[in-house]
């Protein structure tokens, strides 16, 4: 029995917590302070022409960035261009003068054997 009376005390309890909340809840919002419409406009307003000034902004700096970018390519390209053809030329002149090395020992030994 003394468990049936506690749960019915509990229940009234959340009872008048309920109401209590929503009465509160009631008088929170006549406190709120609201916006006429034309302060609402003016605040959408803003908030969109900042919106677009920002997104032109990054808009900017996007193309600018990828422009910048792409010249960069160019210029890696053209220095890995160079590399390649300065190292092509040096194994080419190292492979003449390695033939020639050769070519003098080569006949430098022939004398050697002819005497």
Request: hydrophobic fraction near 40%; glycine fraction near 2%.
């Amino acid at each position: 029995m003394a468990k049936e009376k506690k749960k019915k005390v509990n229940v009234k309890k959340e009872d008048k917590n309920k109401k209590h909340f929503w009465k509160d809840y009631k008088a929170e919002l006549k406190k709120v302070n609201w916006q006429s419409p034309k302060e609402l406009f003016n605040s959408t307003v803003a908030v969109l022409v900042i919106v677009f000034i920002v997104a032109a902004i990054v808009i900017l700096l996007d193309l600018g960035l990828d422009f910048l970018n792409s010249l960069e390519a160019k210029g890696i390209e053209s220095l890995q261009n160079t590399i390649t053809s300065q190292q092509t030329t040096d194994t080419n002149s190292v492979n003449s003068v390695g033939n020639e090395i050769t070519e003098n020992e080569l006949n430098s030994a022939m004398n050697n054997t002819v005497e």
